[in-house]
């Protein structure tokens, strides 16, 4: 299996701030990684697919980067809205595998 | 559109069996391969299970491989997770997802992100 770390697990913040996330891979992936946004008792949502590709309807505030085994998600002025869970997950391989998830909160 | 709906989900006892469905419309069923996704209460995501389009292959997360059975029926557009020897560690919201995006390279397997979920259904494992 894929083994995924992500960091950090809570970031605080405040509107306006860019925000970074980064996820580690335990062996190169290419670029199958996706991002997920996730809010208190809702399913997952998907933001970003082939590492830096964003989902239709996506804010463009949001990007990815990276490829192999490391990658980054920025917000570049996180919005009211952004407050949420984050998780990168991996799609190069059986079993699928996510990170831990980041949680953002309000500073 | 797409539309994924879960139900069975339920308060079940340690070792026993649910049998979770999810209802798939606004897509050609039959053409997607689906999965599971379980939440833990106030825990991340875990992947549970998948079964190519037609149903000829399987895959398992460790965690519930030899109790969970995944499989789908085609003519009623839905996807089945039958869960046995459940324990405490099943409890969870179950979410069956999928793409549209999903394609099958023939040398190196089958590539597909979750752009569409489910509601989610809760699974309650406790005496």
């Known amino acids: 299996a894929i083994w995924m770390t992500q960091s950090p697990s809570l970031l605080s913040a405040s509107t306006g701030d860019r925000v970074t996330i980064s996820c580690r891979m335990s062996?190169?992936?290419?670029?199958?990684l996706a991002w997920y946004q996730q809010k208190p008792g809702k399913a997952p949502e998907l933001l970003i697919y082939?590492?830096?590709t964003l989902q239709s309807g996506v804010p463009s505030r949001f990007s990815g980067s990276g490829s192999g085994t490391d990658f980054t998600l920025t917000i570049s002025c996180l919005q009211s809205e952004d407050f949420a869970t984050y998780y990168c997950q991996q799609y190069y391989s059986f079993p699928r595998t996510f990170g831990q998830g980041t949680k953002v909160e309000i500073k | 559109q797409v539309q994924l709906v879960e139900s069975g989900g339920g308060v079940v006892q340690p070792g026993g069996s649910l049998r979770l469905s999810c209802a798939a419309s606004g897509f050609t069923f039959s053409s997607y391969g689906m999965h599971w996704v379980r939440q833990a209460p106030g825990k991340g995501l875990e992947w549970v299970a998948f079964i190519r389009y037609d149903g000829s292959n399987k895959y398992y997360a460790d965690s519930v491989k030899g109790r969970f059975t995944i499989s789908r029926d085609n003519s009623k557009n839905t996807l089945y997770l039958q869960m046995n020897s459940l324990r405490a560690e099943d409890t969870a919201v179950y979410y069956c997802?999928?793409?549209?995006?999903?394609?099958?390279?023939?040398?190196?397997?089958?590539?597909?992100?979750?752009?569409?979920w489910g509601q989610g259904t809760l699974v309650t494992v406790s005496s």
């Open positions: 082939a590492a830096s």
């Open positions: 062996q190169g992936i290419s670029s199958y």
């Open positions: 997802a999928m793409s549209l995006a999903g394609y099958y390279d023939i040398l190196t397997g089958y590539y597909d992100y979750f752009d569409y």
